[in-house]
């Protein structure tokens, strides 16, 4: 038996409303997350990951609500971040209904806040994301859209793991938004680096990007938003085609 | 019949409450000993590590009250780490013990696997039980854990192992293991004795095939 790859749709939210929208300009709002989240549930994806992006003007009680509300349409597994930064918000959040809870420019600032996490909640429950972008042969850890935080991504998810996280969320920067096809390079060194699962994100816009990623990419899991939430593809669709060329998938 | 939750404080006891409130259970939180002895029917689910839910447990005064029920007639079900602590212990914390009502212990995964065994997976059945009946043998079901109970060894209290080559080469499942996974080893996925029920993975994570295996123990307490 081998685990299946997992098919994972990102919601981003201003707190309560899903938004649309290249880089943090522009957000348009797209509906009720929940409702979505309902949707996707039924039409097969493997889990959920629902984000309150940074420039959001929502306080964490309208996001946790929020969390609660997807969570309640869910029985598939729900990954909630943005923001996270303290056991306090995490617990808020798992308690709230997420199961595994994003951290990402607060453990780059303090790396200590991912083995205490780790302690308190286990593993299984913490998500280090790290966005990345291409810049002489390697990838760069940037945070908050567009900063080089001067770290490498590989050592930095190799350190994650180290301090206990549980799963590495990475996102090619550079990929993201362009619907050009993931960074299956990015997605193939990191995966060679740690021994924890792997998602993937950026970039997807058709049903081979998908395989691409799987296959030469070796990821544990791929995200889309637009690909998904435009309609470009179902998630039954998309499984069927996945099946068809050999990659393990829930159906 | 009203299904208890034991809360001590772990992150998926909403998830696994909902769940049974979808099925159109009634259900309670239990956070003292007297809610667990009042208890008809007994759910565990606890994520994260060994140690830490039998400290918590024997802290919150919630383990003598755990180990009382177990030793009379009322339904219990454990899930994930909940699953762990029915059994003799876990390699995770070695001065703490589990409830001992399933020989054998969970031990880590093996160095060939990712470090935990995350995401979705299918499994054998190899036993009649009562919760996987009419799931079929392809569903899949989702885990999150790093610990499991291998099944590959002989394991059973009273057994008598005889030194023949033969019985040495002898790989049967541990005492109640109705369905195994395998995942760099095989290991127990479902457990059942008696009115004792275990899983490993997670039910209320697990789609409509976890739904299934929720409903077909509220149907077991009939």
Not at chain 1, 181 to 210: R, W
Not at chain 2, 28 to 55: C, D, K
């Amino acid at each position: 038996m081998t685990l299946a790859r997992r098919i994972v749709p990102r919601l981003d939210t201003d707190g309560s409303r899903l938004v649309q929208g290249v880089g943090l300009q522009n957000l348009r709002d797209s509906g009720d997350p929940a409702e979505l989240a309902s949707r996707y549930g039924a039409e097969g994806a493997d889990e959920l990951v629902l984000l309150n992006l940074p420039a959001s003007p929502s306080g964490r009680a309208v996001f946790a609500e929020t969390v609660r509300r997807v969570a309640a349409q869910l029985c598939i597994p729900l990954t909630a971040g943005g923001g996270i930064g303290s056991v306090e918000e995490t617990r808020a959040l798992l308690r709230a209904g997420a199961d595994k809870v994003i951290v990402n420019t607060a453990a780059v600032r303090e790396p200590e806040l991912i083995t205490r996490l780790s302690a308190e909640f286990g593993a299984e429950a913490v998500v280090l994301a790290i966005d990345a972008k291409r810049r002489d042969g390697i990838w760069e850890v940037i945070v908050r859209g567009a900063e080089a935080a001067g770290e490498n991504v590989v050592s930095w998810a190799q350190e994650g793991c180290e301090r206990g996280a549980g799963e590495i969320l990475v996102t090619s920067m550079d990929r993201e938004g362009t619907r050009e096809g993931y960074d299956c390079a990015l997605s193939d060194t990191v995966c060679d680096a740690v021994n924890v699962a792997v998602m993937v994100s950026g970039g997807a816009g058709t049903p081979d990007d998908f395989l691409a990623v799987f296959t030469d990419g070796r990821a544990d899991a791929a995200l889309a938003a637009s690909m998904f939430h435009e309609g470009t593809v179902s998630i039954r669709t998309l499984k069927q085609y996945l099946d068809s060329r050999g990659v393990t998938v829930r159906t | 019949m009203r299904i208890t939750l034991i809360d001590y404080g772990a992150g998926n006891l909403p998830s696994v409450e909902r769940a049974f409130q979808h099925l159109g259970a009634s259900t309670e939180r239990a956070t003292t000993p007297e809610a667990i002895t009042a208890a008809q029917v007994l759910v565990l689910p606890a994520v994260g590590h060994f140690g830490a839910l039998m400290h918590a447990l024997e802290a919150q005064q919630l383990a003598e009250a755990i180990r009382q029920s177990l030793a009379g007639p009322v339904p219990f079900l454990g899930i994930c780490l909940g699953m762990h602590a029915l059994y003799e212990g876990s390699a995770e914390s070695t001065d703490r013990a589990g409830f001992g009502v399933f020989p054998g212990r969970a031990q880590p995964q093996p160095q060939s696997t990712h470090l935990r065994h995350l995401g979705w997976n299918q499994v054998e059945h190899i036993a009649e039980g009562r919760l996987l009946r009419g799931i079929s043998p392809k569903a899949w079901f989702y885990f999150a854990h790093t610990c499991a109970v291998a099944a590959g060894v002989a394991a059973g209290p009273g057994r008598v192992i005889e030194m023949r080559p033969s019985a040495a080469r002898t790989a049967e499942p541990p005492v109640g293991a109705v369905a195994i996974c395998h995942y760099g080893r095989p290991f127990v996925a479902v457990a059942e004795r008696g009115h004792w029920f275990a899983v490993q993975f997670h039910p209320e994570k697990s789609g409509e095939a976890g739904m299934d295996v929720l409903r077909n123990f509220l149907g077991a307490l009939r």
